[in-house]
């Protein structure tokens, strides 16, 4: 049996079937920055609290750096989303969700690649490993 311990489940589906209502509105093949401007619209319309292109402190060795990231999405102070359109979702992409996951300690996080066919083929949901209980799963 699949656990949601943080409740994301539902508000990831939320967000998925706000990128999926852009991609059919307006398909692949245009620059991220356009699927990010409609994908906030989508959000905000939902009524979701969004914040775009929230700094995410960085620290080494305990100190924190000057240099900031900016996440694409911070949606319900909950999930990190992040967007492409790109031919592939490649490895580091991946990586990159995983990576601010653990500089905000945030529970899940989307990676929407909106240059598919189907949108559904282009997101990957990543869980936060740092948060996931051992023994959790059920048998």
Excluded at 28 to 44: I, T
Aim: hydrophobic letters at 40%; glycine letters at 8%.
């Amino acid at each position: 049996m699949l656990q949601d311990p943080h409740g994301t489940n539902a508000l990831t589906s939320r967000i998925i079937g706000c990128g999926v209502h852009v991609h059919r509105a307006i398909g692949p093949g245009l620059y991220e920055n356009v699927y990010a401007e409609c994908l906030d619209y989508e959000l905000r319309l939902q009524g979701l609290r969004v914040e775009r292109e929230r700094p995410v402190r960085v620290t080494y060795r305990g100190i924190a750096l000057k240099s900031r990231y900016y996440a694409d999405f911070i949606v319900e102070d909950t999930a990190i989303v992040e967007l492409k359109a790109v031919v592939t979702l490649a490895d580091i992409h991946g990586r990159q969700i995983l990576t601010l996951l653990k500089l905000t300690g945030l529970p899940v996080g989307l990676l929407i690649n909106f240059n598919v066919v189907k949108l559904t083929n282009g997101v990957r949901r990543i869980v936060n490993p740092q948060l996931v209980t051992v023994g959790s799963a059920n048998p």
